[in-house]
Each structure stands twice: as C-alpha cells, then as structure tokens.
C-alpha cells in the first residue's frame, strides 16, 4: 500500500509557546500509526529544531520545513537552505505551495529548481499543485495541473520521482471553508495518476497523492477513503490537537 500521510502545515501561526503546546497535546491524545501511515509537521522556521526534539523517537511521525531557498547557499538575506535544513535532520519540505505561487511569484521553473536541491540532499519534497477558482469554472483545471507536473517535475527519472509526495490542492478550497466534495478530489486526483503513469509508467501506483483544501476532522474519512487520495495536506484544521488527531485516525 502506498504511504497514508497526515500533513499539518501550520503557515505564519502560533507562538513559541504556542507550537510547543500543540505538539504535546497531539502527541498525548491517542493515535496509532501503521507501518505504512505517516505524520508530518510543517511548522515554521524558528520552530524546527523545537519541533525535531518533540517528537524524538516516535515511530513515522516527521518535521518539514515550509518552504526553502532554489540555491545551495550564498548571500541570499533572510532565505533557507536546504543544506540548513538537512543538518537539522529535517526530512520534508513543502515547495510550490498556492499561497508561494500567488503571493511570491513562484513560477513552475523555480519550483523545478526547488525539488532538484531536495533531492539532491535526500529530502523528500510535498509538491503542491492545483488550481484557482477561475479555471474550474472554466473547466480547464486537469490541463492547468497537468503542466505544473509537467515544467517542475516531469524533467526528473522515475527513480526520482518516486521520492516525492504531490499535494493536489484547489485553491478555491483554501480557508474558505469550501471543500472538494470527495468525487472532485478523486477525480483530479485519479487524473494526476494517469498523467504521471503517461510519462513513468508504474512509478504512479507508488507516489502518495494528499488532498489539500479546508480538510477537517467532519469530512477526512470520506476524503481518504478515496482510491487515489493518499491522505491530506492541512491547513487550519492542524492548529487544533483534537481536530488534528481525528484527522490522522482518518488514514486508510
């Protein structure tokens, strides 16, 4: 079976004091994850090494960085490295997620540029996609999701590309409440899969596929029981422990 992963990535939020609260009451409510179940948590950067030492330790659970700098170092003010991150041990990072791409300007090339320096250093890049409002209502979302994969991603063998996760996530459904219903996200999702088994054949029976847009602890299960969702990307709904916990007790 392909990984399950519950990914929380908490954006520009909480504390010091805050962060470490919420670790520990996710980490104390009862979860048990399977061999092939997965957590991981994208918190910000200050928090990463506080975050590495919480979860010391505990079997499949994973601290992600939630973004990263396209350079391996250099005078670049105020960015990451991904060489920074490895030697905190991290082992995600998010790249190209739809608030990067809109309020940054992160263009597909750049995104290509971001994956290679994560593999490059051995950590697995959570490579989101998606599409606006707009080009749903158009229709046209499979090609629009089809050409993020293929200008960041499709340059990569199949050996690397089964090192990355892909996050489908439509904007439209990003803090506004909406959600996919779970036939949308099979749908698109099922789509992504055949376009990357076009290009790398039995590669797309191994990459997980999370969906990412207002997932909660009331709609997970549904959404997960999908054949091609492999669990879920999480937004707001990661910032509350019991929320979050009944989302990882959601994995198939």
């Known amino acids: 079976m392909r990984k399950q992963i519950a ?39 200050p928090y990463l090494q506080m975050a590495q030492q919480k979860i010391a330790g505990k079997q499949n659970v994973f601290i992600a960085a939630q973004n990263c700098y396209s350079k391996k170092s250099g005078a ?41 320096i994560c593999l490059e250093n051995n950590i697995t890049p959570i ?16 090609e629009y999701v089809e050409k993020q994969l293929d200008e960041s991603l499709f340059h990569l063998t199949g050996e690397q590309l089964q090192k990355i996760v892909i996050a489908y996530e439509p904007i439209w459904a990003i803090g506004t409440g909406k959600t996919a219903t779970s036939a949308q996200a099979q749908e698109i999702q099922a789509h992504l899969r055949s376009v990357i088994k076009d290009e790398y054949n039995h590669v797309s029976d191994i990459i997980p596929i999370l969906y990412g847009g207002s997932v909660k602890g009331s709609n997970a299960k549904e959404l997960f ?28």
Not at 13 to 39: F, G, R, S, Y
Not at 127 to 142: H, S, Y
Not at 226 to 245: M, Y
């Open 7 to 45: 990914a929380a990535n908490w954006k520009m939020n909480l504390t010091l004091q805050q962060a470490e609260k919420l670790l520990d009451d996710i980490i104390a409510k009862p979860h048990e994850l399977k061999q092939h179940q997965q957590v991981v948590f994208a918190v910000p950067f």
């Open 76 to 116: 670049y003010t105020g960015e990451v490295s991904v060489e920074m991150l490895r030697s905190l041990g991290i082992s995600y990072v998010i790249i190209g997620h739809s608030e990067r791409r809109e309020y940054f300007h992160e263009s597909n090339e750049l995104l290509a540029d971001k994956v290679n």
């Open 127 to 142: 490579f989101c996609c998606g599409e606006p409002l707009n080009i749903r209502e158009a229709g046209t979302q499979n």
């Open 225 to 252: 029981s999908q054949p091609d969702v492999d669990g879920g990307l999480v937004g707001g709904a990661s910032l509350n422990a019991d929320e979050f916990v009944t989302i990882i007790n959601s994995l198939k």
